[in-house]
Every structure is written in structure tokens, then in C-alpha cells.
């Protein structure tokens, strides 16, 4: 370093005896034994004869010193300086992270005002037409189509399967020897998402198909005469927001800022309940929110379907066509619909399920023939079912006025009943 360097310097000259360049000759000091001054330092003990050179050897040492108690208050201070920036560029990064993770839901939970179903189906329309899959006259076709079924509010029809209920029933009657009962759903049709709501639609099109088999049970239909057909996805996202604004679960509502219509919102169990409960539905939430058997499977959810459709059982029938609606099944990421449930010999449970997922072709290979193979599009053993957590919506009855006021009561603070 600079100082220590004149320091050493110093004392070479001192050590040679000469005085520093243009150093005035201070009084002569006092003679030493061998007539000759001895000074000492008083810092470092150096020994000289010329006490000039002493002193300026001493201010060096002072110089050092006040030049390291300056230069560690700095090094201080600049520590302090990097440590706030440091922290202030982990605040910025954190903020911008969670910017960013709360785009990526509102993305994801079509949230983003992106637009909503009829947006996105005129969008994959006009692909469908750029990359040569769909003429220009199919195109306005279909554009029309779409604007009718919006401005009716009622569903277009186009992904709808019908008959596999009843395709089942006649399958278990005459096949299946491993199967000791089975209980089947009253008939329902099953809806598979389409260009419009392709990502993000399952919840909607799995209430389409349990309404599809309340329609047919005469017990519900004073509760649905305002709804005697399958409504399009937006009538769906209406029906929710006036169940909210009936008062039917406000931190629901909350969460989706009360709007449905025109976003890409996913909805799950609550929106479920909600609607069927502004409808006068009888229907409960049961929530499995751990697993119940051996590497995260959940036992308990099934017994649970099983006791729900048998206690509609009939002399120990094979098969049992129940008068029981389908079950809304909710797991994170996506819903499907029970629509029954095999017992085999073995003792082992089996659901069969609809999922909005599985393209209307292969729903519709089911009409011309089932078979094992086929079946494994529809079920579903224990091992199958290794979501942390899963909930179930089921009707059961009809609500009196007074009870649904108890029930949208009830929904201020959502509960929902929980196994185990």
C-alpha cells in the first residue's frame, strides 16, 4: 500500500542516516555515549540518530493510521450500501415474481380478459379455416350456428353422445361374469369440451351432463321448468352469477370478481353447489382431503359412491339402472362425472366415469359395441385415483323455500362435509 511503502522508505533513510530532501537540521540533540544523539520511536521502537528524520518517520506512522480508520469506515459503509441493494433488488425480484405467478393463474384460470367462449370459438375457427381443415362456407356456417345457439342460450347439440347409459344397462345384463352388481345413473349424455372451451371448460360440460339426467327424472322437474334445455356454456356462467347475487357463497363470488360470462373461468365443486342450490337442489359437497389407502390412493371415496347409488338396490339385482343422478367429480385441474359403479367378485370397486376430455368419436364407438376393451375408457379403479384430494357433488331431493333460504344462509362461510 501506498503509506506503508513511504513508511519503509523512511526508514531505510533513517537506518542510512541521512535526512530527508529538503528537511531543515533541527537543534543539535543531546550527544549519546559515543558523542552521537539516539532517538527512539515510540511506535515501533526504531532507533536513529537524527531526530528530524524521527519525526517525519512518526507522521507517516500517524498518516498510516488515520488513512486505515478512514478506509475501514468506508469499507463499512460500502458493505452497507451492497447489502440494500442486494436486498432491494431481491424485494424487486420477488415482486416481479409474484407478478408474474398471478398472470400465470389469471391465464391459466381464464382470468386474463382474454376473452370467453365465444371469442375463443370464433379464434379456432378461423385457424380451422387457415391451416385447411375447414372450408370458408363451413366456416360462416358454423359461425352462425354458434351466434343462434349464444343469443337462445341454449347448447348446440354438436358434442353430445347419448345412449351410453342405456348401452350399459344391456352390456352388464348379458356380459361381465366377473361382475357380481352394478349400479348405473339415471340415463345421461355425455358432453365433450369443443373449440370454444377447449382448456378450460370441464366443469361447465360435466353440469351439462348431470342436468342432462335430471331432465329426465320427473321428481326434479318443477325445480328445472326454467331450464327444460341443455344451456350453452355462457347461460351456464349466467346461471352461476345469479346464484351469487341471490347471495349463494359471496367468497366464491368474491373470487371471480362476480364475473363469469365472457372469461375463461374455471369453476369447480362450490360454483357447482351454488347452482344447483339456487335451483332448489338438494345437493351436498363431501370432500375427500387426504388420502385414505396404501400410496395415495382413496378407498373411502369410493364406498362412499357405492353406498350412495346402492341404497337405491333392488332385490340384489345384477344390474341396477338406479333413479339416482350422476356424481360431479372434482380433483385439481379438471372434473368428470360418475355415472355408476361395478362391484366385482373379488370385492373390488370400479367407477365408471364420464370425462369431458374424451373426444365425442370415441363416446360414440360405444353405441356400436362394448366390450372390456372399450370399457376402459369409462373406468376407474382405486389405484387410479392418486389426487391429493378430491370432491364429490350429489343430488339428493328437492329443497323446500324455506330450506334454500337456510342453505344460501348456510354458504357465507362455505363447509363442505369432510372424509375422514
Not at 248 to 260: I, K
Not at 328 to 333: A, I, K, P, R, V
Not at 407 to 417: E, G, I, M, Y
Amino acid at each position: 500500500m501506498e503509506l506503508s511503502v513511504r513508511a519503509q522508505q523512511g526508514q531505510q533513510r533513517l537506518l542510512q542516516g541521512g535526512p530527508p530532501a529538503g528537511a531543515r537540521a533541527p537543534p543539535s540533540p543531546p550527544a549519546g555515549e559515543n558523542g552521537q544523539g539516539l532517538f527512539e520511536c515510540p511506535m515501533c521502537h526504531l532507533v536513529c540518530t537524527d531526530y528530524a528524520v524521527l519525526q517525519e518517520h512518526i507522521e507517516l506512522h500517524l498518516e498510516e493510521c488515520s488513512f486505515f480508520e478512514e478506509r475501514n469506515l468506508t469499507d463499512l459503509e460500502l458493505a452497507q450500501h451492497l447489502q440494500n441493494e442486494e436486498d432491494r433488488q431481491r424485494r424487486e425480484a420477488a415482486a416481479k415474481q409474484e407478478r408474474e405467478d398471478f398472470q400465470k393463474l389469471q391465464r391459466q384460470y381464464g382470468l386474463d380478459g382474454s376473452g370467453g367462449y365465444k371469442q375463443q370459438s370464433l379464434k379456432n375457427l378461423e385457424k380451422e379455416v387457415a391451416f385447411g381443415k375447414m372450408s370458408p362456407s363451413d366456416y360462416h356456417k358454423r359461425t352462425a350456428e354458434m351466434m343462434e345457439s349464444l343469443a337462445f342460450g341454449i347448447d348446440d347439440g354438436k358434442t353430445k353422445t347419448s345412449g351410453v347409459t342405456e348401452a350399459l344397462c344391456q352390456y352388464y345384463q348379458n356380459e361381465c361374469k366377473d361382475i357380481k352388481h352394478v349400479w348405473l345413473s339415471t340415463g345421461v349424455d355425455h358432453f365433450h369440451c369443443s373449440l370454444g372451451d377447449r382448456g378450460w371448460g370441464c366443469g361447465y360440460r360435466n353440469f351439462q351432463m348431470l342436468l342432462s339426467s335430471l331432465l329426465r327424472n320427473s321428481t326434479y322437474e318443477d325445480c328445472l321448468k326454467d331450464n327444460s334445455s341443455i344451456p350453452c356454456i355462457p347461460k351456464i356462467q349466467s346461471l352461476i352469477e345469479d346464484a351469487w347475487k341471490e347471495g349463494f357463497d359471496p367468497q366464491g363470488a368474491s373470487h371471480f370478481n362476480s364475473t363469469l360470462r365472457g372469461t375463461k373461468a374455471w369453476i369447480g365443486a362450490c360454483e357447482i353447489y351454488s347452482l344447483l342450490t339456487s335451483l332448489r337442489l338438494k345437493c351436498q359437497v363431501i370432500d375427500f382431503y387426504q388420502p385414505t389407502g396404501p400410496s395415495g390412493t382413496h378407498p373411502r371415496l369410493l364406498e362412499w359412491v357405492l353406498n350412495y347409488y346402492s341404497s337405491d338396490k333392488e332385490n340384489g339385482a345384477k344390474v341396477v339402472c338406479t333413479s339416482k343422478p350422476p356424481i360431479y367429480l372434482q380433483h385439481q385441474g379438471h372434473s368428470r362425472t360418475i355415472l355408476g359403479i361395478e362391484e366385482r367378485k373379488n370385492k373390488t370397486l370400479c367407477l365408471l366415469i364420464f370425462d369431458p376430455g374424451c373426444p365425442s368419436q370415441e363416446m360414440q364407438k360405444l353405441l356400436k359395441g362394448i366390450d372390456g376393451n372399450s370399457l376402459r375408457l369409462l373406468r376407474r379403479f382405486v389405484g387410479s385415483l392418486k389426487h391429493k384430494q378430491y370432491q364429490l357433488v350429489a343430488v339428493d331431493g328437492v329443497l323446500t323455500t324455506e330450506e334454500k333460504v337456510a342453505h344460501r344462509q348456510a354458504s357465507q362461510l362455505f363447509t363442505a362435509q369432510r372424509i375422514p
